[in-house]
C-alpha cells in the first residue's frame, strides 16, 4: 500500500453528529471552540465561511466542504457583509441533542422564507492512535471547491447513498453511514493532498506531497520492524543521509528515525488494544527484541507503560459496548 493508505487504515470516525441547516440573506451559523473535527457541506444555493481568524470570509457553493480539523471557532454567513448579519445561531447544542428528531436549523430572520443556503453540517471524533500525525499536516482550516470542474462525481454517489441511509431506519444503518463517513473523509483528504497549490503546516500530508520523503514515508510504514537507519532510509529516498534529514525535518517536524520510534509506539499501542498479543510478542513485531527497551521507549512516547496501556484502552472499549455511534438529526 502507499503510506498515505498506510495512514489511513488506522482512521475510523466515530460519534458523527449531523444537522442540516437553512441560511437566510442576513442569517449566521456559529460553531464555538469544539475541540474536535467538524465540516460543513453546502448542498444547495450558497453560505460564506468566516473563519474568525482575521481571513477573509470563503464563498462555498452547492458541493463545497469546509473542513475544520482542530475545531476551532468559525461561523457560516449569509453574505460576505459581516456587519449586517442577524444575531448567530450556535450549531453546538444541536450537534449535542443528537437522536433528538427536529426540523433544519434555521438562521433566518422571524417570518422569511427566503433560503440562500443549506448545509449539511457536522462533528466527529476520529479514532485511530496515529490521527495527532493527520491533524498536524493540515492547516486550521481548509476548503474543497470544484468550481468549473464541477462536483464530482465520488461525492455525488456518496451524498446519494449517505441521504438514503440517513432517511430510512434499516439493519446495520449506522453501521453504513461510519463506513460511508470513512470514505468521504479518506477522498476529501486525498483531494486536498493533490490539489494544486495545497499547502499546511509540517506534518504528514505536507510530507507525502514531496516524492522522496513519501518513499521514505512508505517503506518504514511497510516495514516497521526492520533495523532501519538513516543510510538505509536515504537509499529508499534515492538522496543523501543529509538531504534526506532535512527535508524530512522541514515536512514532518521531526528527523526519520524519531518519527520512525513514534511510528513504531503507535502501531504497538493498536496492537496492545486489541488485546490478542503479548507485550513482549507486540514488541518484537514493532523492531525490539528486547521487552524492557521497548516498554522504556513506550513510555517515553505514550506516557505510561505497555501493559498500562492495554488495561486502560480495553477498558474504555468495554464501556463504549452497546452505544450508538452515529446519530442524525433529521427534518420531520
Same mark, same amino acid.
Given at each position: 500500500?502507499?503510506?498515505?493508505?498506510?495512514?489511513?487504515?488506522?482512521?475510523?470516525?466515530?460519534?458523527?453528529?449531523?444537522?442540516?441547516?437553512?441560511?437566510?440573506? +442576513?442569517?449566521?451559523? %456559529?460553531? @464555538?471552540?469544539?475541540?474536535?473535527?467538524? *465540516?460543513?457541506?453546502?448542498?444547495?444555493?450558497?453560505?460564506?465561511?468566516?473563519?474568525?481568524?482575521?481571513?477573509?470570509?470563503?464563498?462555498?457553493?452547492?458541493?463545497?466542504? $469546509?473542513?475544520?480539523?482542530?475545531?476551532?471557532?468559525?461561523?457560516?454567513?449569509?453574505?460576505?457583509?459581516?456587519?449586517?448579519?442577524?444575531?448567530?445561531?450556535?450549531?453546538?447544542?444541536?450537534?449535542?441533542?443528537?437522536?433528538?428528531?427536529?426540523? /433544519?436549523?434555521?438562521?433566518?430572520?422571524?417570518?422569511?422564507?427566503?433560503?440562500?443556503?443549506? +448545509?449539511?453540517?457536522?462533528? *466527529?471524533?476520529?479514532?485511530?492512535?496515529?490521527?495527532?500525525?493527520?491533524?498536524?499536516?493540515?492547516?486550521?482550516?481548509?476548503?474543497?471547491?470544484?468550481?468549473?470542474?464541477?462536483?464530482?462525481?465520488?461525492?455525488?454517489?456518496?451524498? +446519494?447513498?449517505?441521504?438514503?441511509?440517513?432517511?430510512?431506519?434499516?439493519?446495520?444503518?449506522?453501521?453504513?453511514?461510519?463506513?460511508?463517513?470513512?470514505?468521504?473523509?479518506?477522498?476529501?483528504?486525498?483531494?486536498?493532498?493533490?490539489?494544486?497549490?495545497?499547502?499546511?503546516? @509540517?506534518?504528514?500530508?505536507?510530507?507525502l506531497k514531496d516524492s522522496m520523503v513519501s518513499r521514505?514515508?512508505?517503506?518504514? &510504514?511497510?516495514? /516497521?520492524? &526492520?533495523p532501519w537507519t538513516l543510510a538505509e532510509l536515504a537509499?529508499?529516498?534515492?538522496?543523501?543521509?543529509?538531504?534526506?534529514?532535512? %527535508? *524530512?525535518?522541514?515536512?514532518?517536524?521531526?528527523?526519520?528515525?524519531?518519527?520512525?520510534?513514534?511510528?513504531?509506539? &503507535?502501531?504497538?499501542?493498536?496492537?496492545?488494544?486489541?488485546?490478542?498479543?503479548?507485550? $513482549?510478542?507486540?514488541?518484537?513485531?514493532?523492531?525490539?527484541?528486547?521487552?524492557?527497551?521497548?516498554?522504556?521507549? *513506550?513510555?517515553?512516547?505514550?506516557?505510561?507503560?505497555?501493559?498500562?496501556?492495554?488495561?486502560?484502552?480495553?477498558a474504555e472499549v468495554g464501556e463504549g459496548q452497546g @452505544?450508538?455511534?452515529?446519530?442524525?438529526?433529521? @427534518?420531520?
Open positions: 500500500m502507499d503510506a498515505l493508505s498506510h495512514l489511513l487504515a488506522d482512521v475510523r470516525i466515530r460519534q458523527a453528529v449531523f444537522v442540516r441547516t437553512r441560511l437566510g440573506p +442576513t442569517g449566521q451559523l %456559529r460553531v @464555538s471552540e469544539a475541540g474536535q473535527p467538524s *465540516f460543513h457541506l453546502v448542498t444547495q444555493g450558497r453560505v460564506w465561511l468566516d473563519p474568525m481568524d482575521g481571513s477573509a470570509p470563503v464563498l462555498l457553493e452547492a458541493g463545497d466542504v $469546509a473542513f475544520i480539523p482542530r475545531g476551532s471557532a468559525h461561523r457560516l454567513c449569509g453574505q460576505d457583509n459581516l456587519q449586517q448579519l442577524m444575531p448567530p445561531i450556535d450549531v453546538r447544542p444541536h450537534w449535542q441533542a443528537h437522536g433528538v428528531q427536529a426540523g /433544519p436549523v434555521d438562521a433566518m430572520p422571524p417570518g422569511s422564507l427566503e433560503v440562500v443556503g443549506r +448545509t449539511l453540517s457536522g462533528a *466527529f471524533q476520529i479514532e485511530g492512535v496515529t490521527s495527532a500525525w493527520l491533524w498536524g499536516g493540515l492547516p486550521p482550516w481548509l476548503t474543497l471547491q470544484w468550481g468549473a470542474k464541477g462536483v464530482p462525481q465520488w461525492l455525488m454517489i456518496g451524498l +446519494t447513498y449517505l441521504e438514503q441511509e440517513l432517511s430510512r431506519d434499516r439493519p446495520a444503518r449506522q453501521a453504513i453511514i461510519d463506513r460511508l463517513g470513512d470514505v468521504l473523509f479518506i477522498q476529501s483528504l486525498r483531494s486536498y493532498l493533490v490539489a494544486d497549490g495545497a499547502r499546511g503546516p @509540517s506534518g504528514w500530508l505536507m510530507g521514505v514515508l512508505g517503506a518504514m &510504514h511497510r516495514h /516497521p520492524a &526492520h537509499s529508499e529516498g534515492c538522496v543523501s543521509r543529509t538531504v534526506l534529514a532535512e %527535508r *524530512f525535518s522541514q515536512l514532518l517536524g521531526v528527523p526519520p528515525l524519531t518519527y520512525l520510534t513514534s511510528h513504531r509506539m &503507535h502501531l504497538a499501542a493498536r496492537r496492545l488494544r486489541d488485546g490478542r498479543q503479548g507485550v $513482549a510478542e507486540v514488541a518484537q513485531q514493532v523492531g525490539y527484541q528486547s521487552s524492557a527497551a521497548f516498554a522504556q521507549a *513506550f513510555k517515553r512516547e505514550m506516557g505510561c507503560s505497555p501493559r498500562d496501556w492495554r488495561a486502560k484502552a480495553q @452505544s450508538s455511534s452515529t446519530r442524525m438529526i433529521t @427534518s420531520s
